[in-house]
């Protein structure tokens, strides 16, 4: 798996856009970048995923460099309730199963403060 | 509506006695995946299910067994759990086959405490 590269921690105001970066520069062609976060004491919850193109949906648009080797997750307006670990991964095919197996980093814990 | 529903939520185990983890889905997806979340650290995937075909991962421990009886339950059997074995234990689902593009969706998850 390729591996990525995450700030331990950020901070954000509420109401304004947190940008959390990931760096994957081992990250090979078939590879996805999948965003995904936790919440304390939660399961992880499913944020965003691409591949190429830049991708956006209601939580949140995911920005990735043309060269792939990294990204960054956009909230657009953060509130206290983004407050959470977020996990960059990057995920491909594994195995005789073809099963794309999620391998979590350490993650950015991001702190919005009002 | 919870469509992985983890039971339950909080467990307490003695050393070395047997427990089990119990994991349900109602999204009829193939792929069920155990992972195990010591505090503070990043969730750690031990196993998982494609169908009846189970794939281990290389580093974990024997103690841990698991059982898929039918596609909607998952069962995580711990044979005697050690104090280190305390964690969170999360259970998540994907469709599958995988082209590497498919979501997992994931429980609440059963924190166990050993005692």
């Known amino acids: 798996d390729a591996k990525t590269t995450q700030p331990p921690s950020m901070d954000c105001a509420e109401g304004r856009a947190a940008n959390l970066p990931c760096n994957h520069s081992t990250i090979s062609g078939n590879e996805y970048v999948y965003w995904y976060r936790q919440i304390h004491s939660q399961g992880p919850q499913y944020i965003i995923h691409g591949l190429k193109n830049n991708e956006t949906n209601e939580m949140a648009s995911l920005i990735i460099t043309e060269d792939r080797k990294s990204s960054t997750l956009i909230l657009p307006h953060a509130t206290l309730r983004d407050t959470a670990v977020y996990y960059c991964i990057v995920r491909g095919l594994h195995g005789s199963s073809n099963t794309g197996k999620l391998i979590f980093g350490q993650g950015t814990t991001l702190q919005v403060k009002p | 509506d919870a469509m992985v529903i983890q039971n339950p939520r909080y467990q307490v185990t003695q050393f070395g006695k047997p427990v089990t983890l119990s994991c349900s889905q109602t999204?009829?997806?193939?792929?069920m995946y155990w992972y195990q979340q010591k505090s503070s650290q990043a969730p750690k995937l031990l196993f998982h299910?494609?169908?009846?075909?189970?794939?281990n991962e290389a580093d974990t421990p024997d103690n841990f067994q698991s059982r898929r009886p039918n596609t909607s339950f998952c069962f995580l059997d711990i044979r005697s759990p050690g104090l280190g074995d305390a964690a969170m234990y999360l259970c998540a689902t994907s469709r599958g086959p995988g082209q590497g593009n498919e979501k997992l969706f994931f429980g609440s998850g059963t924190q166990l405490s050993v005692l």
């Open positions: 999204l009829n997806h193939n792929v």
């Open positions: 299910y494609y169908d009846k075909d189970f794939n």
